[in-house]
């Protein structure tokens, strides 16, 4: 059964850096690209980011571009998200999603619970 | 404009059906996409329902009830997800999702109640 843990959530103050992870079990993690997908309190669902099987190739939304680097460790079964100059608006509920395959041009599969980022001075 | 435009909510009564709308942006055809609608309950992930590209490309979620279909209106530039036999159980936020432009996009999501 494929699960995915997140972690590395908490308050962090705007400017500053967060790094979320993500645990993943159940799969061949490296058959398969991964995506963040945030969820702002009371909103709908935001793309935030994706990347390739073996990291080949990876996308940002434009309202984190610049800012926030996805990046994973086959080896370690992990997915990560460097969060860096915060803005109050990056608040949300983060979740670690796999895609359907090795490509991150294909939708979401199976999701993480997520991890809480609230961003405040 | 938003590239996908869903109303916030929606209200029908058990039995009845509810069509839900993801309207494109006017300078986004609907008709090449591949329109997929995922179900969110509270305090749950959301859950792929189904995809819809026409009716001879599409494909259910695993385990989701035939009540579920995808359309397209082409004269409206819009996708419908309709639910038949509305239960008190399909109560839940719906989003439409689609990959534009090396990007995926959410629409802002409707709340059904069911009442």
């Known amino acids: ?121 | 404009q938003a590239v996908l435009t869903q109303p916030s909510s929606l209200s029908a009564s058990p039995g009845a059906s509810a069509s839900l709308t993801c309207t494109l942006r006017s300078d986004i055809n609907v008709g090449p996409y591949i329109i997929y609608w995922y179900q969110q309950k509270p305090g749950s992930p959301p859950q792929l329902l189904l995809r819809y590209q026409s009716d001879s490309h599409k494909q259910q979620g695993f385990g989701v009830p035939r009540r579920f279909s995808g359309s397209k209106d082409a004269s409206a530039n819009a996708a419908i997800l309709l639910i038949s036999g509305l239960q008190s159980d399909d109560e839940a936020d719906y989003y439409c999702l689609i990959w534009h432009n090396t990007a995926w996009v959410f629409g802002g999501g409707t709340k059904l109640t069911v009442v």
Not at chain 1, 11 to 34: E, N
């Open chain 1, 1 to 121: 059964e494929v699960h995915l843990e997140e972690s590395g959530g908490g308050v962090g103050q705007p400017g500053k850096s967060l790094k979320l992870s993500c645990a993943a079990s159940g799969f061949t993690f490296d058959d398969y690209a991964m995506h963040w997908v945030r969820q702002a309190p009371g909103k709908g669902l935001e793309w935030v980011s994706s990347i390739a099987w073996n990291s080949g190739s990876s996308g940002y939304a434009d309202s984190v571009k610049g800012r926030f680097i996805i990046s994973r460790d086959n080896a370690k079964r992990s997915l990560y998200l460097e969060m860096n100059s915060l803005r109050v608006e990056d608040t949300a509920l983060y979740h670690c999603v796999k895609a359907e395959s090795k490509s991150w041009g294909t939708p979401f599969d199976n999701w993480g619970l997520g991890t809480q980022v609230t961003v405040s001075s």
